[in-house]
């Protein structure tokens, strides 16, 4: 193995350890303790553990959490009745709804009751246009905690050819503004590209978020490219991204591993996306 590993493990740490410090100094400022409401429909063990991190996650920050757990048989009105009274709470900074919700609930209409200005994922058409208009909003967590880590990495973004794999409203779309408003090159290659080795071959930057276990093989990555792994599969042999780590990591630059990598920023991220929604709900 050649390239070097990012670790998303120590950046998420350090990247927690900021936030709550800035809580600290938010509140010994005058402000008001940053609260995150989350929401969970049905009894997905998965979602069950996710949602529980990010409670710890709260808590080792020094910002509040609530929690609203409802039967899987809830409706879509009263999710929406419900996300909504969060918006107008005013003690409420964050909303996160864990998705997805049942197959009978519409995730969009489900999103669009969130109030922009706490929407911490950064799912709304509001904050999802002033990303792509290149305005300040709040930014997705995954797509923003891989900037985080190619900047902790010392990955110059400026000039860079990009290559984008996935183009979901929740990875690859964010992540296209993100780059490119770090004046990147940008391409984004999805399920009808039709040779996608050739377009991620071309990428100093790839970043892969697709969710097919080890797509990406060695003829895919430049050598000396950094390889971003968002893929999250489970499969029998374990925990697996879309990249071919072994084999990428002969010939990459640097590689985020699965897991260690993306997957734990994702939390940090949104502490942080939660204070700064604190911080703006105060102005
Ligand atoms: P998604 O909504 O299913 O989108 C997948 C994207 O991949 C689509 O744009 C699809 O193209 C494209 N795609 C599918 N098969 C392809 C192929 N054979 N070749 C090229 N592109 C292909 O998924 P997502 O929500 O973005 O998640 C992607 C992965 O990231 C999953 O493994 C997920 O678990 C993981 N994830 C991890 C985190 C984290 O915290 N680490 C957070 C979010 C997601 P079309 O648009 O053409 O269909």
Redesign the pocket.
């Known amino acids: 193995m050649s390239a070097k590993i990012i670790d998303g493990k120590q950046v998420s740490v350090e990247v927690r350890e900021r936030v709550a410090e800035q809580v600290e100094q938010f509140i010994a400022g005058g402000g008001h303790q940053p609260v995150l409401a989350t929401v969970l429909v049905g009894d997905d063990p998965a979602s069950h553990i996710y949602v529980a991190n990010k409670h710890k996650a709260c808590e080792a920050a020094g910002i509040g959490s609530v929690h609203h757990e409802l039967p899987a048989e809830t409706s879509q009105e009263d999710l929406v009745t419900l996300v909504k009274a969060l918006g107008d709470d005013d003690d409420v900074d964050g909303i996160l709804v864990q998705l997805p919700p049942p197959d009978h609930i519409d995730p969009d209409a489900v999103i669009e009751a969130i109030n922009p200005a706490k929407d911490v994922d950064g799912l709304t058409a509001t904050n999802a246009g002033l990303l792509a208009g290149g305005r300040p909003g709040l930014v997705p967590?995954?797509p923003a905690?891989v900037i985080e880590l190619l900047d902790h990495a010392g990955i110059g973004l400026e000039g860079a050819e990009a290559v984008i794999?996935?183009?979901?409203?929740?990875?690859?779309r964010p992540m296209i503004s993100l780059l490119l408003g770090r004046n990147a090159t940008v391409t984004c290659?999805?399920?009808?590209?039709r040779d996608?080795a050739e377009v991620t071959r071309r990428a100093d930057i790839l970043v892969?978020?697709?969710?097919?276990p080890e797509?990406v093989k060695r003829d895919g990555i430049k050598p000396g490219a950094t390889v971003i792994d968002?893929?999250?599969?489970r499969t029998e042999g374990g925990l697996k991204?879309?990249v071919d780590f072994e084999a990428a990591a002969e010939v990459a630059g640097a590689i985020t591993p699965?897991p260690g990598?993306?997957?734990?920023?994702?939390?940090a991220m949104l502490m942080a996306n939660t204070l700064t929604a604190a911080k703006a709900r105060t102005r």
């Open positions: 967590c995954t905690g794999v996935g183009r979901s409203n929740l990875v690859g290659a999805h399920s009808r590209t996608l892969v978020a697709v969710g097919v797509l968002v893929g999250m599969n991204g879309d699965v990598g993306v997957g734990p920023m994702t939390i």
